[in-house]
């Protein structure tokens, strides 16, 4: 059964840094394209990165510099280094997998975790 | 960036009804467009994917159509489990891009 565990969430103050961690079971974070989704409170959803299986990755304009998405294969977990946090981060952060067709992967979400809770406060 | 500008923002609607959901592009992203479902408390779920494919398991009473800027979600009669949130998503281009979502409420 495939499931998506966020954790690292916290309550930090302006300026401050997170790493975010998914760990993933019933398959291999490394054979899947793995991106990072975010959700505010009571509001819609952004997508925030991706990494390919090839190690290529892709940011939201509004996180590029100060986010980083990485993966370790040995401990088969996804992970979103976030740094220079502003209020406007705060969010509930689900890591997602990509879906794989016939046709190969796409840029849609067929497993989400719950995701973890990051405010950004003073 | 393409927006998606989801409508209405809320339908009420009683079970055992139509419900009809739109999504609109602002540029065309072709049929590269998905449909969620979020209910309270949950992640979300892919039901469509490039603009009329089901994603595994979803009932038949999800549909969906459109190409290009125009795109239609519905559900053909509505259970009581379908009053939720949806949302719609491209994979045009970079970046990814989420409606703001049509809420389906019990009238």
């Known amino acids: 059964e495939v499931q998506l565990v966020e954790s690292g969430g916290a309550l930090v103050q302006p300026g401050g840094s997170l790493r975010l961690s998914c760990a993933a079971s019933?398959?291999?974070?490394?054979?899947?394209?793995m991106s990072w989704v975010r959700q505010a409170p009571g509001k819609g959803l952004e997508w925030v990165s991706i990494i390919y299986t090839d190690g290529t990755t892709y940011y939201a304009d509004s996180v590029k510099g100060r986010f980083t998405i990485s993966r370790d294969t040995s401990k088969n977990t996804l992970y979103l280094q976030v740094d220079s946090l502003r209020a406007e981060d705060t969010a509930v952060y689900h890591c997602?997998?990509?879906?794989?067709?016939?046709?190969?992967?796409?840029?849609?979400?067929?497993?989400w975790g719950l995701g973890t809770l990051v405010t950004v406060s003073s | 960036e393409i927006v998606l500008t989801q409508s209405p923002a809320t339908l009420s609607l009683s079970p055992g009804e139509r419900a009809t959901l739109s999504c609109r592009a602002g540029q065309s992203v072709g049929s590269s467009l998905g449909w969620y479902q979020q209910k309270p408390g949950q992640a979300p779920r892919l039901l469509i994917y490039?603009?009329?494919n089901r994603a595994t398991g979803i009932p038949a009473r999800f549909s969906g159509s459109g190409s290009g800027t125009d795109f239609t979600l519905t559900i053909s009669s509505l259970e009581p489990e379908d009053f939720a949130v949806y949302y719609c998503q491209h994979r045009r281009n970079w970046p990814l891009t989420f409606g703001g979502g049509t809420k389906v409420e019990i009238k």
């Open positions: 490039d603009a009329f």
């Open positions: 019933g398959f291999t974070v490394s054979s899947k394209w």
């Open positions: 997602a997998r990509s879906l794989t067709t016939s046709s190969g992967f796409m840029n849609y979400f067929d497993y």
